[in-house]
T-cell receptor
């Protein structure tokens, strides 16, 4: 079974631009979560999508948004990029049932650099 | 929110040595995962361990939920074990689904 895939793997943008990142979950998984990793803040939860709906959201500004399609693929969008948005963006997929035993599996990440 | 702390922050080992990484958390949790992040950034699942002890080859993990800590043991370390080790506590959210709260990580370097 194929793992979680993310595209693109690397991205360079300039301040003020917007960016869209894509995540394809493991087949059969209905939940996609996004995390941001920076040297200063570590790994932080952005949001989670399940059945095309944002089910949970972390503490990030509205410039960070996302969506999920009927095939469970998810995109996240960052508008009006700031230098501090430079980070590794990781997505994780899981079956999505409620309960702590639902394991999340991570993709390879997209490394975004904002100049 | 819940706080997750890991120690030590950095560790350098000679190949073949053993090590213990610790993860402390500030509140009761539903579950806990250990990950290894390789130099390319990929987070690889190591253990899903709410309590007790699990072993997988040279790695084993123990979680004592009542005392709010987990330990990851690496025996006979190899250079390929280098990278960052994260523990993450699993919280079931009110909207359904889970959220991972990650620790600060332990950067491990194994030298020949």
């Amino acid at each position: 079974k194929a793992g979680v895939t993310q595209t693109p793997r690397y991205l360079i943008k300039t301040r003020g631009q917007q960016v869209t990142l894509s995540c394809s979950p493991i087949s059969g998984h209905r939940s996609v979560s996004w995390y941001q990793q920076t040297p200063g803040q570590g790994l932080q939860f952005l949001f989670e999508y399940f059945s095309e709906t944002q089910r949970n959201k972390g503490n990030f500004p509205g410039r960070f948004s996302g969506r999920q399609f009927s095939n469970s693929r998810s995109e996240m969008n960052v508008s009006t990029l700031e230098l501090g948005d430079s980070a590794l963006y990781l997505c994780a997929s899981s079956l999505g049932f409620s309960g702590s035993s639902d394991t999340q599996y991570f993709g390879p990440g997209t490394r975004l650099t904002v100049l | 929110g819940i706080q997750v702390e890991q120690s030590p922050p950095d560790l350098i080992l000679q190949e073949g040595a053993n090590s213990t990484l610790r993860c402390n958390f500030s509140d009761s949790v539903n579950n806990l995962q250990w990950f290894h992040q390789n130099p390319w950034g990929q987070l690889i699942n190591l253990f899903y361990i709410p309590s007790g002890t699990k072993q997988n080859g040279r790695l084993s993990a123990t979680t004592v939920a009542t005392e709010r800590y987990s330990l990851l043991y690496i025996s006979s370390s190899q250079t390929t074990d280098s990278g960052v080790y994260f523990c993450a506590v699993v919280t079931t959210l009110t909207g359904g689904g889970n959220k991972l709260t990650f620790g600060t990580g332990t950067q491990l370097k194994v030298e020949l």
